[in-house]
């Protein structure tokens, strides 16, 4: 083909061909025809710059970034406006680690459709792993003015603030999340983790034990299960220490001893709660020195 005096008809044919071929999984076929493609045309032909996404999809199938991204460049050169093409770019320049580039491609984009929330999000993501988190604060603020319940907004104003150390205005963004999506376990097991930070641990557990229950045999549940393993043994081993030198608590916990801990302020699981009906506070201090062998399931 002519690259001043293209053929649309053979182009259009060239182009479904190489998608045929990326279709089929067949991509150094599907990839190489897409580049003889392109370099056969001028920058300014009209399926020009779809080739180039085109290729650069293939070479990011391949794992090829590097590539990719150049590809993507061409067609960012070929429609310079287009704000998508500059939110794949981020995307691209953020998984090989350019947070540089990828921030400046995201703030094109933003700045060439500023009600486009895809690149929103992605420019507030990067500005938080960047660690400009004022910036990236406003930004999801920005978006919340265009999407008031935008889940990915609040999330990530919650993860500025825990990195600012706003422990509790964290928690209050949370509380929105697991308010506008309860059956999302995520938010549930944030919502524990920033509890357990203030000390709310009845709390913490409850909603711990809500993360098993919603998402068993995930990675969710496995952090939520070993958080509360950890809590439930700290409190034991406290709820022993004091029974050890304090023979009123000693008495009550004979008497009732979940009724006790609750009074001293230990809130503990129901595994927890078993393990505490299995400690003989008759015994201490025998009982204190064996605590440190003692196991449950």
């Not at 182009?11 to 025809?33: D, F, I, M, N």
């Not at 320049?93 to 999000?121: C, H, I, K, N």
């Not at 999330?155 to 963004?173: E, F, K, M, S």
């Not at 919502?191 to 068993?216: F, H, K, N, T, W």
Request: net charge positive; glycine share 4%; charged share 25%.
């Amino acid at each position: 083909m002519d690259k001043c005096q293209p053929d649309s008809a053979q182009v259009e044919q060239a182009l479904a061909e190489s998608l045929t071929l990326l279709e089929r999984r067949k991509l150094k076929a599907g990839v190489s025809k897409l580049n003889r493609l392109i370099r056969s045309l001028p920058p300014t032909a009209p399926l020009y710059e779809v080739a180039c996404v085109e290729l650069s999809a293939a070479y990011q199938q391949q794992g090829d970034l590097r590539r990719a991204i150049a590809a993507m460049r061409r067609a960012v050169k070929a429609s310079p406006t287009n704000p998508r093409y500059r939110v794949s770019l981020s995307i691209m320049y953020r998984e090989t680690g350019s947070y540089r580039s990828a921030l400046r491609e995201a703030r094109t984009a933003v700045a060439l459709s500023p009600g486009l929330l895809e690149a929103r999000e992605l420019l507030a993501e990067i500005l938080v792993e960047y660690g400009l988190l004022e910036k990236a604060v406003s930004e999801a603020n920005a978006i919340l003015k265009l999407a008031p319940n935008n889940t990915r907004a609040l999330d990530l104003i919650g993860t500025a603030y825990l990195y600012q150390g706003r422990i509790h205005q964290a928690l209050r963004v949370v509380e929105r999340l697991v308010r506008l999506c309860p059956g999302d376990p995520s938010h549930h097991l944030k919502r524990a983790v920033l509890l357990q930070q203030i000390g709310c641990l009845s709390d913490a557990i409850e909603s711990y034990l809500r993360v098993m229950e919603m998402a068993p045999g995930t990675d969710l549940a496995d952090q939520a299960s070993e958080a509360v393993q950890m809590l439930d043994e700290h409190q034991l081993r406290q709820i022993v220490l004091l029974a050890s030198s304090d023979s009123l608590f000693r008495a009550k916990l004979s008497r009732d001893a979940v009724a006790a801990c609750q009074e001293r302020g230990y809130h503990l699981s129901p595994d927890g709660a078993s393990a505490l009906m299995q400690i003989r506070f008759d015994s201490i201090p025998q009982a204190l020195m064996e605590w440190h062998y003692r196991t449950y399931n």
